[in-house]
């Protein structure tokens, strides 16, 4: 009975912080070991539990709740905790937070956007190459698609065949996937003429893909 009354004396003299700081680093763990499962809606549930109920803030939880909720498609979510990474003094980490909202405001046609936040993502960490990378393509892109506006060629009637292969090159472009929808144009081309009408829009297309070659 002594021995009894003795242990739960010495139990009763644990601070309850020590409780909280196993509890804080149990969750942790549980967070990563989602995110790193790819389960990322889980990630994303694991994660508010360290903001809800722990209170607990960093650059690095807010950039793995944007991966996390960009991975699970939920990408406006994920732009508010990308943007809040973005004010890291984590300057590497600030970069990665701004080239992924470049990404996410890109694919949104949100175009000019998309250009000052991979501008961004340089200015914190100019050796981030993914955002050189984006930065060059999209300005290459813009400015060519600016150029083809401002040009008064006579051009073919493209053919409804012709106008849904550059419907469907069109969203491949949307997901940054330039060299598929170059070969889309080209396969169109040698099937009928009247995809000369989008010359233009390939010749972009073949400079764009050759800047990712490089």
Known sequence: MTSSKLILAVLL????????VTRLNDAITTAEQSY???????????????VNEFE?????LSFDLGLSHHYSEKVDEALTWYDQTTQSPNKKLASFAFNQSGVITGNKKEYEAALSKFQSSLIKDPTNEQARYNYEMLARWMQRDEERKNQDQ??????????????????LVEQFRFNDALTVMQDAMAQDSTVT??????????????????
């Not at 607990?56 to 690095?60: F, N, P, T």
């Not at 051009?155 to 469907?168: I, M, N």
């Not at 009408?197 to 490089?214: C, G």
Request: hydrophobic share 30%; charged share 30%.
């Open 36 to 50: 790193a499962s790819a389960n990322y809606e889980q990630s994303v549930t694991d994660h508010m539990v360290l």
């Open 56 to 60: 607990y803030k960093s650059s690095e």
């Open 13 to 20: 003299l644990i601070p309850s912080s020590w409780t909280r």
């Open 154 to 171: 006579n051009k073919p009637e493209p053919s409804d065949f012709a106008k849904r292969k550059k419907a469907e090159a069109d969203r």
């Open 197 to 214: 009408a989008y010359q233009d829009f390939m010749t972009t297309l073949q400079e764009v893909v050759e800047i990712d070659e490089n």
